[in-house]
């Protein structure tokens, strides 16, 4: 949806945010990627054995999904119609490289108790590296903080600038929501 690969690897390379926090999330519990792609994160999160929902708006990316075991592929614009899970609740919620910020209150009703949120995406400060450069897709100084605050416990966060390959300025947060 938005956005280029987190430090920017070859499209089929998960995010090492992703990788690192990957067990936060509960075993065997079922996974929401959000604006999956071409399903890096959900080919690699079917591959460690979770059930993956994999969401997003442009049918050729998920095409490349269709039949991949573990993984179940939504095709919806969640930022103009209805979001598509709700009532239902997920072990872990991945998001990389996407921002729409009306989503916040969907992904953090849809993560399960015990349920990790990892989250990575870009930050204010990006404009002077490229894409994206429009601050509504930016994230400002702290916002992935505020977005959790008083709901989850923040277990990882940074806001900062990687290197490479490619230069950018990222925040990344790993958080989980306490059990009931």
């Not at 920017?8 to 690192?20: G, I, K, L, M, Q």
């Not at 509960?26 to 792609?37: H, K, N, S, T």
């Not at 598509?84 to 916040?104: D, I, S």
Request: net charge neutral.
């Amino acid at each position: 949806m938005t956005g280029a690969n987190e430090p920017h690897r070859h499209p089929d390379t998960p995010s090492a945010w992703v990788r690192r926090w990957a067990e936060m999330i509960p075993a065997e519990g079922r996974v929401l990627d959000v604006a999956c792609g071409a399903g890096r994160h959900a080919r690699f999160l079917a591959g460690l054995g979770y059930a993956v929902d994999a969401v997003d708006r442009e049918s050729a990316a998920l095409s490349e999904l269709a039949g991949v075991p573990g993984i179940t592929v939504t095709r919806a614009d969640i930022e103009s119609g209805p979001w598509p899970y709700a009532g239902r609740t997920f072990a872990g919620v991945v998001v990389v490289n996407y921002l729409h910020r009306p989503l916040f209150p969907h992904l953090l009703a849809a993560l399960a108790p015990g349920g990790a949120l990892i989250y990575e995406t870009f930050a204010s400060g990006n404009e002077r590296y490229g894409r994206p450069a429009n601050p509504d897709f930016l994230l400002r100084p702290g916002e992935l903080l505020e977005v959790v605050r008083g709901r989850l416990r923040v277990i990882a966060y940074e806001d900062l600038f990687a290197a490479g390959p490619k230069p950018a300025m990222v925040q990344r947060i790993c958080a989980m929501r306490p059990d009931a």
